[in-house]
């Protein structure tokens, strides 16, 4: 079975400030991950994922994550948030030789403050 | 090119009535989905699709059915309303499995009063 935790529900952030969303994962064998991001009443939208290569992963928007096995952490950073990134973030899994459903963690609401 | 569409936006039922969600994807995707999202729960997935005239369940089907009669269709029902399924619903596309991005509606919200 593969599980998401996500560790923050809420993280508030002065503009221009750097940021950081945990999550780490559990499952018995290997693993995909994604972030997805949720702007106010829309639907989601995939920022970056990792499937396999270099462990530090760039996406839209100006955020990376890094993979970390030992650890079983996939965390999202920016390193100067704009008023615009104020969204809510998923971290997904998917665990398998060739993928299998998507779990997502419980979401972590970023409010950036002026 | 409208992407992933869903009908409708909102909808409020009384409890035992029923209701269809339509989804609707015109960028030929094989795969379809459909997820409900609760406060703190994040988006958990009802059913999917791996192509036309397929369905599968997914993590929480009880109380959900679903046809795939036409590739770009997507059909969410819900037979008999309870106010647990009071929640937000997406529905998303894909082309490349469970490992390609996900592109998702704008969401229906229902409430089962």
């Known amino acids: 079975a593969q599980s998401v935790t996500q560790l923050d529900s809420q993280v508030p952030v002065f503009e221009e400030a750097p940021v950081e969303l945990r999550c780490n994962y559990s499952?018995?064998?290997?693993?995909?991950l994604f972030w997805y991001v949720q702007y106010p009443n829309q639907g989601l939208q995939l920022l970056l994922k990792y499937l396999s290569g270099s462990t530090l992963v760039k996406g839209i928007n100006g955020f990376e994550a890094e993979f970390n096995k030992s650890q079983t952490s996939f965390h999202l950073r920016k390193p100067s948030v704009h008023i615009s990134d104020t969204a809510e973030y998923f971290c997904a899994v998917s665990a398998g030789a060739a993928g299998n459903k998507l779990t997502f963690g419980g979401g972590t609401r970023v409010l950036v403050k002026p | 090119n409208a992407g992933v569409t869903q009908t409708p936006k909102f909808r409020v039922l009384k409890t035992g009535q029923s209701m269809t969600l339509l989804c609707a994807q015109d960028m030929n995707h094989e795969y379809m989905y459909w997820y409900r999202q609760d406060p703190g729960m994040g988006l958990r997935l009802i059913h999917y699709?791996?192509?036309?005239?397929?369905?599968a369940k997914g993590e929480v089907p009880d109380g959900y059915n679903v046809s795939r009669l036409k590739k770009q269709n997507f059909l969410l029902g819900l037979e008999s309303a309870a106010p647990s399924q009071t929640s937000v619903y997406f529905c998303?596309?894909?082309?490349?499995?469970?490992?390609?991005?996900?592109?998702f509606g704008p969401g229906t919200r229902l409430t089962v009063l």
């Open positions: 998303a596309s894909s082309n490349s499995g469970w490992l390609g991005e996900q592109f």
């Open positions: 499952s018995s064998v290997s693993v995909y």
């Open positions: 699709s791996v192509g036309e005239g397929t369905t």
